[in-house]
């Protein structure tokens, strides 16, 4: 065979079909991972399906020939075997909580008890078809009400819905029931008052919302700017939206005097709940005087957040705003004392609709469930207490280091300033961030709120450790060494140990690739 | 207390000291008293993991309609298709599950990656140029297209097919109140849209949504529904099957402006619902347009191939009231699960796939049609799924199918008039022949 | 609060309690993980017990005083957030087959399907207590029997024990039921006669099997010298035990020949079916002459390795060696041609006894029947076609670059030689093997069989693709390049690029650290 | 044909072009005619996944004795405990799974660190300093020690106590044929061991094999091994249960020269029996003579820690007919699993899941002592399990008990003379007093 075959010259002719490269990854080195594309190679298949036994007519009969597909669609054609390498080296190429800190601020990135995810995986919650009548999921709607009522508690509010599908989501259906109940008062509003402290969703929302934003600024506290809200509150104003603590980490002392200023011009106040992990059975939105809560369960509620969603946002009302929500609600409808409870689906009289194709992203929902049963009235206070302790732990280590803008105890995350690390070598916010991940940790946000200069928002959430956390601080500590002790480069070509290193994106954006089949 | 909490008394303790407190309480010193909440929460305890687990088996196990259970025939927006074991290892992967939106792209390469390659597939999928990295779901991605046509046409009316999913309607409706985009509902005729001629009422049509196949089931003639946009300047937005797309011409081919769907067929569970994947995707021109997250290939400092989210000045975070959509989380392990899943479909089995659920499909409608006092409720052609009348009300025949261990299908009475006892069932390929058979025979005593 | 606390030079006093380290790991770079011990904190907690409501008698009731531990057992105190970063990480410091090539020789580390894990993890199956009587266990036992006989059928044997929990065990089963027949004729024989090119479990297991080895040499074209083993062949020779294809990956051509003779003399042909996978559907060891086979169903059938484990190696055996099989074997007992057939356990007449505590691997069995009947007849024989293919490929393919010491096709795997780089810079197959790791395959065997000089073992395996050949056969000749025309430590000093780097074994054997608290 | 193999037709082809060949049956030329095979092996074609999954399915449903159908109090070498879903998680990661014995160190520091706490810990429940990398299961880590007792003492004579489990004193046997052992079995006095004094009969005896607690759950009298261990020169041989390690005192204490157990309650499933995890430890002295891989701790050349096989001039791979043992493939992932399983536990768990286990089977015992007829099988102070008499067969009182949801027990009739009416319960921490107090109710009946 070896003579009759081929000369010592010949290579082996592969692969003379294309694509198809399936490398192994070293553990370690940088070498890239070739697209699902590249690794295909025509003729190749993974999928199986089950034997079903059913006669076939020719497809003609099936599919009238002017809408019939002529080529199938070109997917890509790997093993199984290929698959498996290409999605795991992929995995290995992603930070997450599961391998360390992740103090992202204002996403809570917090650890998702690994039981929730077998909650998530029963089949009696998982192979639940959403169409099936109340009679046949009578779990699932309990399971709901439940969720609901747990929520109107934490919040205290009187009713809630569940079917937005994240934070932003809940923002524009408070926004709708906003508008809903001042509409219902005959009562047309064209105003919302934003922080220029708020989430970029909060003003994106209140558009949609079919409303205009009105910015007001934060006074020396990092907190509203009470004459300044006095100034643009009028008949006009639909509402207030804010997160408390706000998005610098910072409780609104003033709360009690916002709500009571909003009321009195008839608007009502918006709670955007990404910031709740911090008052969890201490303080509750509702005794705040909000009317309007939206809580991420992704983030309070440890949902994973799965590389940037699913998420799930249930919007919690006080009673006036009850028969404005989205529907149908699972309610309860029957049974008694002695009988089990019977549940059942409800349109609130004046609802403004649907939200959600279905009833929201129900599986998030039950692991929130999961999450709030498993902590309870007690451990939900020790979130709140701890997520707050380390936050303030974390500031007060670094008060020495970095700037930090307002001097206050934050509430459950801290926004640092890495403006003093400007000179000699021009160091910023995002070389600091990015030098971050050499050290083995996930950036903090960077540039929000955008009213702090060079801001890193650090939130270390309750699940950190005290070491982690020293871990952090060091790390954080080195960095403001190397800014202005070491050469620039350490700093402004950070990363250096990360799969790729610093990404190019202006040029991301200017020669738009956003598909394979895009690339030159 | 929860277990997930590390600190010991004494670090606690230890930390307080180095802050100068001598209570956790003192840390809320910024809340106004009169605002603490001056009791625990009324909820219980904190549980065992073991007894939540149990207490969550009591939820499962109330349902009965769950896919180990009842056979699904349902559809109407939500299909019980095969997940290999292969994609729910891959997309349960916990760098996917637990990491978060790629803000540092230099350790997100591995989700930046997979969803470049969704968008690779979605524009595959639909036969336009530029996907996106995922909305929450089928209606959201609709709302979304929506927005994008009446801003891209400065005009606000907007024509909806009745074939479109009647919750994604309502979520139009919904989102309308807001955006004061004006909907109008172009009723089926016999299963399809008939778009009128000319567009009356209202102003200069910003939008045309139609569905392909349509919630029935029927093929509609997106060739009209082009013509109708090409003389009024509308866009063209229409609402895809993704499995469907494995045998049908493509959107795009068809000369879509946008293309939206429900990607849950992809590897996703039914999962009462959610989480689910809004599929979106757009002709080039409308690409700075575009809601939500984009992927992007570009080079690192060394040159190596990277990935990144780009065009970000579109986005909420970045422009703020004048983003071009709200949305921040979106369903991204979703998007890695439907591009690991369509990896494992490849190009053959993405045909196969969409043509054994057509001949599934035909084979139960064919034989329920042979059953006295079935008929059609429409009598356009359809694949996926399918429309009949039965001789009893279709939430009688739910409930008894479902003591013989059929989930029937999907009622129409509440989404279309005069439809009580018209019931949408569809046939995915995991059913076999002996189970359809046994469905006919169970229908043929239940509906009889 | 700043104030109050702590001076700018007080650095948080943490941790002062020990151990606790919590570092995240950056995705690349080379942080050392702490062990688990390092990561304890006292008084922190992971589990989670259900809540019983059984009441509690005290401690002294239960346990006499003399039996009861004075001091908890130290374990590790660590959060299960921090359990999961740990033991995440590690496994990010893993080679494995799902993330690339691994062409460990004589290993067969082909894909492991995933659908075998759902098939493993089915209730039915993984909740079953082995003591349960057959009447509650139909399903288990029925399982059993029907890869017993496929089994039979792919082997050409007759019956089965599946008891053996690995290779090895399935040697010594062997030679047990070799030294039980022997017996029963009442002819006690001293002697196992084993090729030079076996792996050492086989003389390991010679000698717990109470024989003695006798070493045959391999000839020139690396088969058994049939001179030398007619010479060692005599009444006192119980068997011999040979694995075809040998581990040379060569066929042993003479086989008919070498059976016969061996049986001349009454000794009995023992099979190490390490290879089976070369001949899957295409030789059956019972056709060449074999009287007992172990198989390696995490090698041929691919269960997946485990990191070292679990495996499995039930001994098929001929008609003759039935009767002494280990016992219990799960039998069908009953049922006829109408009713549903009866399985339960049957210990053969003249059983050699128990080799495991109770059914063998039975998990991993299943894996293994799944694995058989997702390829069939069909599918199993293109395994064996393929895995032949790849290696002839890549021999053909490297021929040019290393020594290939015998001059003949290869069956699923082969053997190359490295010294011919040894010149000018003393590069040897270990050298080459590291080196390897650096560009992203996990190394071939090295070493072994013992009688080629720097052997490299290299066994594809099917599931590998022309493409993924392609790349390992283009790393393994730019190594050979780099030995002869870099500077030496481009080899010496592989690997670069892993998480660590050559590790001192000599070192580890000297000052033996074999826990935590053996560290010095 | 499988899914698994990537190769097409197209690169087939090729492939057998590059080597001169014509089709891939002359791959085979080697293979003299007469051997191979003339026809398809009998065996059905390939299947696809979904059936194969349906088709296990049936196997799986045709076990009624499973945990999510009958309630566990089966013991007897295999236990019902829990196993949270971070360790199923942890212990699934691919990387460990489809990894093989750590031979390239290298890349395998995942495995080795993790066997190296895993050595740590079992070091610490036995109370001895060495532990190895694992063994196949109970049983054979008990013919492991014996081999290395009697190679250490050059002493054949091994005796063993009727309390170690049946199927364990099995398998000792039938590997005693091979190498000569001769096995001694000393019966138990109600319920514990009593050496002979002198231990009579055969030459100088080379171990002691004793188990802590031993298989009826009884507390033996370790002491007292030692003590004839000392006086013979006999190595003390304990197979301890692990769980009971942390209420009792470690047999280290007592002064056991190897420990040996079975690892499957620290995160293994039942499984029918199978994979399990052998544990072993020794003394320092005895190091050199451990069967099985052992890990130990070095540096690379950076420095840096780093873990790797070690001592490896003991295997078989290196000393073949010498080696200690003949492992080579051992448990290593139900090692992990184990490793992880304790980290859960934590010093705390391991020693509330002792005295939970303690604390259930008493109230048990107690209860079903209680009841007409039923009456203790042995005296002596148990933990663990516990055995008692019964008015009707053992065999009966399972079979009945099934009925009634439950798994009973362990019948006594095959392992001791004149034990069918006795059965082994055993009570771990996942029953509750509920589930208990049915247990009895439904032994009332049974066993009336
Ligand atoms: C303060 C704040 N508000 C709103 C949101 C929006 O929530 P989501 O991402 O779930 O839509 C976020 C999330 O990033 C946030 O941090
Ligand atoms: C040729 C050969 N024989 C026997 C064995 C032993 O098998 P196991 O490791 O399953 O005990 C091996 C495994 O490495 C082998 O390669």
Redesign the interface.
Known sequence: ??????G?G????????P???????????????P???EHS?????????????????P?E????S?????A???????????????????????????????P?GS?T???????C???AA????????????A??????L??LVDLEA?LC??T?MAAATLQP?????G??TG??LM??WHEARGDARHKVIIPDSA???N????????YE?VTVPSDERGCVDMAALAGVLDEDVAGIMLTNPNTLG??E?D??AIAASVHRVGGLLYYDGANLNA?L????PG??GFDIVHM?L?KTF?T?????????GPVAVSERLVPFL?GPRPVRVGGGTDDPPVYGWSTPERS?????????????L?RAL?Y????????????A??A???A??IR??L??TYDIPF???C?HEVVVSARNLRQPNGVRALDV??RL???????P?VY?PLIVEEALMIEPT??????????L?SAFEAIAYEATSLPADTLT?A?H?????????A???RT????????P | MGTYIPHTETEIAEMLAFLGLSSLDELFAAVPAALRLQRDLELAEGAEEPDVLALFDEYASANRARGDRLLCFAGGGSYDHEIPAVTRALAGRSEFVTSYTPYQPEVAQGVLQAIFEFQTLVARLSGLPVANASLYDGASATVEAVNLAAAATASQDIWVSEGIHPHWRQVLATCAAGTGHRLRTVTLTDGVTVWPDPLDGGGRPGALVVGYPNYLGCLEDLGAARAVCDQTGALLIVAADPVCAGILRSPGEWGADVVVGEGQPFGTSLGFGGPYLGLFSCTSALVRRLPGRLVGETVDVDGRRAYVSTLRAREQDIRREKATSNVCTNQTLMAVTAAIQLGWLGTSGLAELGWRCAQATRYLRDALLRLPGVTPYVDAPVVREFSVRTPVPAEVVIDRMADEGFLAGVGLGTAFADADDALLVAVTERRTRLEIDAYVAAFAKVAA
């Open positions: 065979m070896t003579a009759a075959g081929a010592a010949d290579r082996g002719n592969l692969p003379s079909t694509g198809g490269q399936a490398l192994s990854a070293p553990l370690l080195g940088r070498a890239e991972e697209t699902l594309f190679s025509p003729g190749r298949k993974a999928w199986s399906f089950r034997t079903t036994g059913i006669p076939e007519l497809r009969e099936l599919v009238p002017d809408h019939r597909r002529t199938p669609v070109p997917v890509a054609e790997v093993s199984e075997r290929d698959l498996v390498a290409h999605f795991t080296r992929l995995s290995h190429r992603q930070f997450s909580v599961d391998l360390g800190a992740y992202l996403c990135m917090k650890y998702n008890p690994k039981v995810d077998a909650v029963l089949p009696g919650l998982a192979g639940v078809h959403p169409a099936a009548p009679s046949l999921t009578q779990g699932w309990r399971l747990a508690e934490i205290g599908a994240a934070g932003a989501a923002e524009l926004l709708l508008r809903a989430h970029g969703t003003p994106a929302s209140v558009t949609l919302g079919g934003v910072l409780f002392e709360i009690a008052i059975g201490l303080v509750r005794d705040m991420n992704h440890a994973p957040h799965g590389g940037g969603g699913p998420g799930a989205p403004i609709g649907r939200m959600h194709s279905w009833h929201g992203n129900a599986l998030v039950a999961a709030l049963t498993l902590h309870g009235r007690d451990g939900l206070r020790s979130v207490e701890i707050v302790l380390n303030n732990w007060q280590r008060s020495g001097d206050r105890p509430m961030a990015k991940l050499d050290k083995g940790f996930h950036s946000t929000f309750e699940t950190e450790s005290p070491q982690t956390l020293e871990a601080a070509d990363p140990h990360t799969p790729v290193r610093r990404v190019d994106e040029r991301a954006a738009l690739i956003p598909t394979f089949d895009a690339r």
